[in-house]
C-alpha cells in the first residue's frame, strides 16, 4: 500500500492548481453575467437557465464527495448492487420532469415547503418540513462530504485536516454567497465535465491494469485479504469471502445484503423523496427557462447517471483487486464532486431558510433584506459544518455512509407520501398531511435512535439489537414507514373536512389544466405584504446616493441592481402568468418525450441485463 505517499510531484500539483483556478474563474464569470440583485435571481438564476446546466447540475449536485468514497467502498465490499441505487434515479428523473416540476411551476413557488402551503395552508407543515430539511443537510449530507473530501485531501497533500476543510469551504464560499444559483449550476456544470472525465481515465487505468472485464469478474471473485486473523480470533468466512451474487443488482428477499423488493420498491421510496420533492434537485428544475428545457435537463441527468456503475462502483472494485492511482487527477475528481455537491446544499439550505422560515421571524421583508439574509445563513451553515466535523470523526468508525443511507430511509418516507397524495389526491387535506408527517417521524425516529444505541454492528461483532427492532432490513422499514404514513394521511383527511377545488386549482394532478382563478389558502395574508411593498418601495426612492466604500460592497455582492421602473397591475399578471406557464412548442415537446421514452427503456435494459 501507497496510501501515506504525500503528492508532491509537480505534475499532479499543477492539475490541481489548474481545477482551482479553472472553478475559481467560471464562478466569477457567472456571478458578474447574471442578474443576481433580486430574490429570483439569486435563488432561481432569473429562471434563464437551458438545458445542458441543469443536467450537469442536476448530476453534480447528486454526486458528492460522500458518494464516491461510499459508493466506491460498498463495491469493493459487496459487488454492484449497490449501482441499483445509481440507477434507480433513471426513472425517476422522468417523473421529476413530467410529473412534478409542472405542477410547482404551476403553483408559482420557489421552495418546497411553500409548495405544501400553498397546497394545504397553514404554517405549521412548512415550518417542519424547513426546518426538518435544514437538519438533514446539515447531518446528512454536509458533514459526510466534508469529512470524506477531507480525510482524502489529508491523505493526498499531507495537510492539517481543519487546514483543508477551512480551505475547500473558503473557495465554495467565495462563490456561493455571492453569486447565487446561476454561479452554483454553471460551476456545477464545470465540475461534472471533470468528475466523468477524470473518472473514465480512472476507469480506464484500472480495467488496463487488471486485464479486461472478464478477467476482472474472474479475479474480483477470488480476492480474499492476506491477514484473515483478528486479534486472536479468527474471521468467520463469510466476511471476507466475496459474495456469490457480487455480480448481480437483484439479491435473495431474505438473506441478501440488498434484498430485491427493498431495492425496486423501497428504493423508488427514497429516491421519490430525494429525486421529486428535495430542494437540492428541484429548485435546478425551477431555474429552466421553460417545460421542454427543464425535461431535457432531467434526461440529460437520468443519461449521466449511468455511469457511475462503470466509474465508480466497478473501479471501487477493482480496487479490491489492485491498489494504484492517479493521484493528482482523481483528487481532482475528489475534489469536483466535494464541492459541487457543497455549494448546491449551501445554495438551497439557504433558500429554504430565507423563503420559509425568515420570512415568518419578520413578517414584512423587503427584497435586499432578504438578500442579506439568505447569505449570511450560509457563512452560519459553513461555520456549523466545521464544528461538525469532530464528531463525524468520531462516529467513523461505524460506516459513515451506511448512517446516511439508513436516516434517510427512516425519515425520507413520510415526506414522500405527503407529496405523493398531494400531487394524486385532492382529497388529502392539511390535518392528514400533518399527522401522517407526525407518526411516520415517530416510528423513524424510534428506529433510528435504537439503532444508534445498540450500534449496527459489523459482520464480525453483529449487534445486539433485538429483531424486531433491527432485524427488518432498512430499504423494508421504507416501505412499510410508507404504508403507515399514507394509511394516516388518507384515513385523517376522510375524517376530515375537504379543501373546496377554488384552492386548488392548478397545484394537483387532477386539476392541472384548469383555467380557473385559484384563490390560494394564504390570499388575505399574501394581499398584506403586497399592500406593505408599495408603501415601502416609496420610502426607499426617497434615499440618498451610497458612498464609494458602500457601492463596491453592493457591487460585489449583486446588490447594486438598479430598480426597474414600477409594474402595473397588469403587467405583474401578465409576468406572473408568464413564470407560471408550463406550455411547450410541439416539436420540442416530442423530441423530448420520445427521448425520456428511450431513457426508460435504457434503464430496463440495463438492470435486466446485470440482473
Known amino acids: 500500500m501507497e496510501s501515506n505517499v504525500r503528492i508532491n510531484n509537480p ?78 434515479a433513471l426513472i425517476l428523473v422522468v417523473v421529476l420532469g413530467w410529473v412534478f416540476v409542472p405542477i410547482y411551476i404551476k403553483a408559482g413557488v420557489v421552495t418546497m415547503p411553500e409548495y405544501l402551503k400553498k397546497r394545504f395552508g397553514g404554517k405549521r407543515i412548512q415550518v417542519y418540513l424547513s426546518v426538518l430539511s435544514l437538519i438533514l443537510y446539515v447531518f446528512t449530507k454536509i458533514s459526510a462530504d466534508i469529512f470524506s473530501g477531507a480525510v482524502f485531501i489529508q491523505l493526498a497533500i499531507g495537510l492539517n485536516l481543519y487546514l483543508a476543510i477551512i480551505i475547500l469551504l473558503a473557495i465554495t464560499a467565495l462563490y456561493t454567497i455571492t453569486g447565487g444559483l446561476a454561479a452554483v449550476i454553471y460551476t456545477d456544470t464545470l465540475q461534472t465535465f471533470i468528475m466523468v472525465v477524470g473518472s473514465f481515465i480512472l476507469m480506464g487505468f484500472a480495467f488496463a491494469e487488471v486485464g479486461g472485464y472478464d478477467t476482472f469478474m474472474r479475479k474480483y471473485m477470488e480476492a480474499i485479504p492476506s491477514n484473515i486473523s483478528y486479534g486472536n480470533t479468527t474471521i468467520n468466512a463469510e466476511c471476507y469471502t466475496p459474495r456469490k451474487d457480487s455480480f448481480h443488482i437483484f439479491r435473495d428477499a431474505v438473506t441478501g445484503d440488498l434484498p430485491w423488493p427493498g431495492l425496486v420498491f423501497g428504493l423508488t421510496i427514497i429516491a421519490l423523496w430525494y429525486w421529486c420533492t428535495d430542494q437540492v434537485i428541484v429548485q435546478r428544475c425551477l431555474s429552466g427557462k421553460n417545460m421542454s428545457h427543464v425535461k431535457a435537463g432531467c434526461i440529460m441527468c437520468g443519461y449521466l447517471k449511468l455511469l457511475p456503475m462503470f466509474i465508480i462502483v466497478m473501479p471501487g472494485m477493482i480496487s479490491r483487486i489492485l491498489y494504484t492511482g492517479l493521484r493528482g487527477l482523481m483528487l481532482s475528481v475528489m475534489l469536483a464532486s466535494l464541492m459541487s455537491s457543497l455549494t448546491s446544499i449551501f445554495n438551497s439550505a439557504s433558500t429554504l431558510f430565507t423563503m420559509d422560515i425568515y420570512t415568518k421571524i419578520r413578517s414584512r421583508p423587503s427584497e435586499k433584506e432578504l438578500m442579506i439574509a439568505g447569505r449570511a445563513f450560509m457563512l452560519l451553515l459553513i461555520g456549523i459544518s466545521i464544528a461538525w466535523v469532530p464528531v463525524v470523526q468520531s462516529a467513523q468508525s461505524g460506516q459513515l455512509f451506511d448512517y446516511i443511507q439508513s436516516i434517510t430511509s427512516y425519515l425520507g418516507p413520510p415526506i414522500a407520501a405527503v407529496f405523493l397524495l398531494a400531487v394524486f389526491c385532492k382529497r388529502v387535506n392539511e390535518q392528514g398531511a400533518f399527522w401522517g408527517l407526525m407518526v411516520g ?48 394521511i388518507l384515513a385523517v383527511s376522510f375524517m376530515t373536512k375537504p379543501i373546496p377545488d377554488v384552492h386548488l386549482y392548478r397545484l394537483c394532478w387532477s386539476l392541472r389544466n384548469s383555467k380557473e382563478q385559484r384563490i390560494d389558502l394564504d390570499a388575505d395574508e399574501e394581499q398584506g405584504k403586497a399592500d406593505e411593498k408599495d408603501e415601502e418601495s416609496v420610502n426607499e426612492e426617497s434615499k440618498e446616493e451610497p458612498g464609494c466604500l458602500k457601492k463596491a460592497y453592493n457591487w460585489f455582492c449583486g446588490l447594486d441592481q438598479q430598480k426597474g421602473p414600477k409594474l402595473s397591475k397588469e403587467e405583474e399578471e401578465a409576468l406572473k402568468k408568464k413564470l407560471t406557464d408550463t406550455s411547450e412548442v410541439p416539436l420540442w415537446r416530442n423530441v423530448v418525450n420520445i427521448n425520456g421514452i428511450i431513457l426508460l427503456t435504457v434503464a430496463v435494459f440495463c438492470h435486466a441485463f446485470f440482473a
Do not use: K, Q
Open 441 to 488: 417521524l415517530l416510528a423513524g425516529l424510534s428506529r433510528m435512535i435504537a439503532e444508534f444505541a445498540y450500534g449496527t454492528g459489523s459482520c464480525v461483532t453483529p449487534s445486539n439489537c433485538p429483531f424486531i427492532i433491527c432485524g427488518i432490513h432498512y430499504l423494508y422499514f421504507a416501505m412499510i414507514l410508507f404504508g403507515v404514513s399514507t394509511i394516516v
Open 11 to 88: 505534475a499532479d500539483i499543477s492539475v490541481i492548481v489548474i481545477y482551482f483556478l479553472v472553478v475559481l474563474a467560471v464562478g466569477l464569470w457567472a456571478m458578474y453575467s447574471t442578474n443576481r440583485g433580486t430574490v429570483g435571481g439569486f435563488f432561481l438564476a432569473g429562471r434563464s437557465m437551458v438545458w445542458w446546466p441543469i443536467g450537469a447540475s442536476l448530476f453534480a449536485s447528486n454526486i458528492g464527495s460522500g458518494h464516491f468514497v461510499g459508493i466506491a467502498g460498498t463495491a469493493a465490499a459487496g459487488g454492484i448492487a449497490i449501482g441499483g441505487y445509481e440507477w434507480n
